[in-house]
C-alpha cells in the first residue's frame, strides 16, 4: 500500500508553494501539517500529522484550523485534501469532516484508487 502515499518528503515541504507549521506541548513535537497553494484560489493541505502521544489532545485540530484560517486570509476559494481509506485513517476523515469537508473528486495531478478518497471546504 505504501506506493500510493501521497505525503510530501523534505525537498517538497521546502518548495516555494509550500508553508509547513508544527505544533508543539512543552518540548515534544505534537503535530505538523502544510498548505500548498494549487493556483491562486486553490490550496491543498498537505502531510497533516499528529504524533502518537499527541492524539487526542486537540493538536491535529489546532494544527488543521490554523491552515484553514491562512487559506482564507490567503484569498483562496476552496481548500482540498486527499487522504487514505483504511481504518487508520479514520480519524482524520472524521477531524476533516468535523470542520466541514466534504467528499469531492480528484484534484490537481491526483488519480482515484481504492486507497485514497478527497476532501474540499468551500471558503467562499
Not at 491543498?44 to 493538536?59: D, H, I, L, N
Not at 480528484?106 to 467562499?124: G, I, K, T, V, W
Request: charged residues 20%; aromatic residues 8%; proline residues 5%.
Amino acid at each position: 500500500m505504501g506506493e500510493h502515499a501521497q505525503a510530501l518528503d523534505a525537498s517538497g515541504l521546502s518548495a516555494p508553494a509550500v508553508t509547513f507549521w508544527t505544533v508543539w506541548q512543552g518540548d515534544a513535537l505534537a503535530g505538523f501539517g502544510a498548505l500548498k497553494q494549487l493556483d491562486e484560489t486553490h490550496g491543498e493541505v498537505k502531510s497533516m500529522r499528529a504524533a502518537p502521544a499527541a492524539r487526542g489532545t486537540g493538536a491535529g485540530r489546532a494544527i488543521l484550523h490554523h491552515i484553514i484560517a491562512e487559506a482564507r486570509k490567503r484569498g483562496y476559494a476552496r481548500l482540498s485534501l486527499e487522504t487514505g481509506t483504511a481504518p487508520l485513517h479514520a480519524p482524520a476523515v472524521s477531524l476533516y469532516r468535523s470542520a466541514g469537508f466534504v467528499s469531492c473528486e480528484p484534484f490537481a495531478d491526483y488519480r482515484a484508487s481504492p486507497h485514497n478518497q478527497f476532501m474540499s471546504l468551500d471558503l467562499s
